[in-house]
C-alpha cells in the first residue's frame, strides 16, 4: 500500500508564494515520475508542473516562470515552489506519482494520487 500526503496549501494573497509538499510512504521500490495537477471548480483536472526520476522537468504554460517544481528523491518527496500567485491559480492541487512497487513477487508500476490541497489566492 503507497500513500501520498500533500501539505502547504491555504489562503494567500496575489503576489504572494506558497510551497506545496507530497510525501510518499509505503512498499516503495522506485518512484518513476511525480507531478502535481490541480483542478479549480467547474473545471477539469489539468497538469501543473511534472519532474522524472532524473530531474527533467516540464510546466503548463500558465505557470511557467512563477513555479518551479522539484524532488528529494532520498525522501520520496515532491515539492511545488509558487510565486507570483494570481488569483486564477486558486484550485485544489492533487500530488501524482508514478510507483512501482513489489506485487506477487514481480515490479510493477502504479499510479498514485494524493488527497489534494486547496490554494486559495484573494485578497
Known amino acids: 500500500q503507497v500513500q501520498l500526503v500533500e501539505s502547504g496549501g491555504g489562503l494567500v494573497q496575489p503576489g504572494g508564494s506558497l510551497r506545496l509538499s507530497c510525501a510518499a510512504s509505503?512498499?516503495?521500490?522506485?518512484?518513476?515520475?511525480m507531478g502535481w495537477y490541480r483542478q479549480a471548480p467547474g473545471k477539469e483536472r489539468e497538469l501543473v508542473a511534472a519532474?522524472?526520476?532524473?530531474?527533467?522537468?516540464k510546466y503548463a504554460d500558465s505557470v511557467k516562470g512563477r513555479f518551479t517544481i522539484s524532488r528529494d528523491n532520498a525522501k520520496n518527496t515532491v515539492y511545488l515552489q509558487m510565486n507570483s500567485l494570481k488569483p486564477e491559480d486558486t484550485a485544489v492541487y492533487y500530488c501524482?506519482?508514478?510507483?512501482?512497487?513489489?506485487?506477487?513477487?514481480?515490479?510493477?508500476?502504479?499510479?498514485?494520487w494524493g488527497q489534494g490541497t486547496q490554494v486559495t489566492v484573494s485578497s
Open positions: 509505503g512498499n516503495i521500490v522506485s518512484i518513476n515520475a
Open positions: 519532474i522524472t526520476s532524473d530531474g527533467g522537468t
Open positions: 501524482d506519482a508514478e510507483v512501482v512497487v513489489i506485487t506477487t513477487g514481480r515490479p510493477l508500476t502504479y499510479n498514485y
